[in-house]
């Protein structure tokens, strides 16, 4: 069974980056050809897709984060990375990974994901 699971710091301090890991086991041929994505959710608020990276490499990236954000991977690792610049408080939220068979962009149901990390929360605070 595929498992995502995030890990990162859990307070990072305003204007500093955030780097966070989604790893991933369980891993079979099918999700060679997944589309792997990061959406955080605020406290008190809904959640927000921030970007996806397919199984090409190609990324897709929330437009009001997309000057900020940056989505890698590693496949020899089964990780794929999450890096957020110039964080404020505003960036504090429950972070996720997910994976989704095809590419919807701006997916925030967990419906339309085939797997969804358990979430790390992140506090940019001083």
């Known amino acids: 069974q595929v498992q995502l699971q995030e890990s990162g710091p859990g307070l990072v301090k305003p204007s500093q980056t955030l780097f966070l890991t989604c790893t991933v086991s369980?891993?079979?041929?099918?999700?060679?050809?997944?589309?792997w994505a990061w959406i955080r959710q605020p406290p008190g608020k809904g959640l927000e897709w921030m970007g996806t990276?397919?199984?090409?490499?190609?990324?897709y990236y929330n437009p009001s984060l997309k000057s900020r954000t940056s989505i890698h991977r590693d496949t020899a690792k089964n990780q794929f990375t999450l890096q957020l610049l110039s964080v404020t408080p505003e960036d504090t939220a429950v972070y996720y990974c997910?994976?989704?068979?095809?590419?919807?962009?701006?997916?925030?149901?967990?419906?339309?994901?085939?797997?969804w990390g358990q979430g790390t929360q992140v506090t940019a605070s001083s």
């Open positions: 997910a994976a989704s068979k095809t590419l919807i962009l701006g997916a925030t149901d967990k419906n339309q994901y085939e797997y």
């Open positions: 369980g891993a079979s041929g099918p999700t060679a050809f997944y589309y």
């Open positions: 990276i397919s199984y090409t490499g190609s990324t």
